[in-house]
């Protein structure tokens, strides 16, 4: 069962922040992700079964987040055989900020969703530690996020993300199954070919 908004923020460890990314740094980000992205240009992923996943990706920091026949896993080469680009500094001080300044992030997935990506319900699982959170950051179009509990049955939530919005997982929300059920296509200017960017910073290693 799933309803419509609010309570999902009373999961432990889930903190949402609307807007906290303002109109001008969210312009500025794009800026160096649209560096990043030429470096290391945005593919698509596949499962271990061999499933394409609808979000296009790509990754940023020491380690990116890859997937094959071989399995999830974490590499330090995009597959065109160059490293990851660095890590955007805003986002190294938003994670300084919002969740420890003890220990940096060493990688940042992209995902780009086009109007009809979504991502199935899942676990983050390819970290090394689960006692670092991970923060996420929207920018685009609105995206309808849904989260659950520590077992895939258990009952979901659903609420919006939009453009500067900011979600922290820690704790029990860390292990918690999420997912992305659709986007709302054309909601926001900041892309020029609309959709939606997800950045997610994580401790991978
Ligand atoms: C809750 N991304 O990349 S971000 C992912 O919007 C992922 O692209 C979604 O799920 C997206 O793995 C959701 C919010 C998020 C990220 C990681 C989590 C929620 C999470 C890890 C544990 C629990
Ligand atoms: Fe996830």
């Not at 889930?14 to 109109?23: C, G, P, T, V």
């Not at 890859?66 to 994670?95: C, E, F, M, Q």
């Not at 939530?157 to 820690?170: E, N, R």
Request: charged letters at 20%; hydrophobic letters at 40%; aromatic letters at 10%.
């Amino acid at each position: 069962m799933t309803e419509p908004l609010g309570p999902a923020l009373m999961i432990k460890g889930f903190k949402i922040f609307k807007n906290a990314i303002s109109a001008d740094d969210r312009r500025l980000l794009v800026h160096d992700l649209r560096l990043a992205v030429e470096r290391a240009p945005l593919y698509r992923s596949y499962t271990p079964s061999g499933q394409p996943l609808s979000v296009r990706t790509t990754s940023m920091g020491r380690y990116g987040w890859y997937s094959d026949a071989a399995g999830y896993r974490y590499v330090t080469r995009h597959p065109n055989g160059t490293k990851w680009p660095a890590i955007p500094a805003p986002l190294l001080n938003l994670w300084g900020l919002l969740v420890s300044t003890d220990r940096a992030p060493d990688s940042c997935l992209l995902n780009y969703y086009s109007g009809t990506a979504k991502m199935g319900l899942h676990r983050d699982n390819d970290e090394v530690d689960f006692s670092w959170p991970v923060l996420s950051i929207s920018l685009g179009d609105d995206a309808l996020f849904r989260v659950g509990g520590m077992a895939r049955g258990d009952a979901t939530q659903s609420v919006w993300l939009s453009s500067g919005d900011v979600v922290v997982m820690g704790g029990d929300a860390r292990r918690a199954y999420h997912g992305i059920d659709r986007i709302k296509f054309g909601t926001s200017r900041l892309l020029a070919h609309g959709g939606r960017i997800n950045l997610t910073l994580r401790v991978a290693k």
